[in-house]
Nanobody, 124 residues
Framework: QVQLVESGGGSVQAGGSLRLSCAAS????????MTWFRQAPGKEREGVAG????????YYADSVKGRFTISQDNAKNTVYLQMNSLKPEDTAMYYC?????????????????WGQGTQVSVSS
């Protein structure tokens, strides 16, 4: 059964940190491109950070480079997003998504599987 479950969202002040987790079923996690997206009210869904499970290379949107870190724990079928130096503009619903392969990792249309999302709110 396909399943992605996000957790770790919350409310923090600007400059604070949060760590999001995306736990996947084994079939969803193995040999997949896993990406964190976010969507703020009235805005398009934006690719934030991605990786291919089992591969060390990571990908980031310019808006989060140097502040966010995506990582994986293959033993737990889990992908994390460590978010530091948070800004009010990082406020959004954050989603985990998976796909067997992608051409454009930032395009939501490339992904087959989605989690339910976790809210991140950053106050100034």
């Amino acid at each position: 059964q396909v399943q992605l479950v996000e957790s770790g969202g919350g409310s923090v002040q600007a400059g604070g940190s949060l760590r999001l987790s995306c736990a996947a079923s084994e079939s969803t996690y193995s040999r997949k491109f896993m990406t964190w997206f976010r969507q703020a009210p009235g805005k398009e869904r934006e690719g934030v950070a991605g990786l291919f499970t089992g591969n060390p290379r990571t990908y980031y949107a310019d808006s989060v480079k140097g502040r966010f870190t995506i990582s994986q724990d293959n033993a737990k079928n889990t992908v994390y997003l460590q978010m530091n130096s948070l800004k009010p503009e990082d406020t959004a619903m954050y989603y985990c998504a998976a796909a067997p392969g992608v051409v454009d990792w930032t395009s939501p249309n490339e992904y087959n599987y989605w989690g339910q999302g976790t809210q991140v709110s950053v106050s100034s």
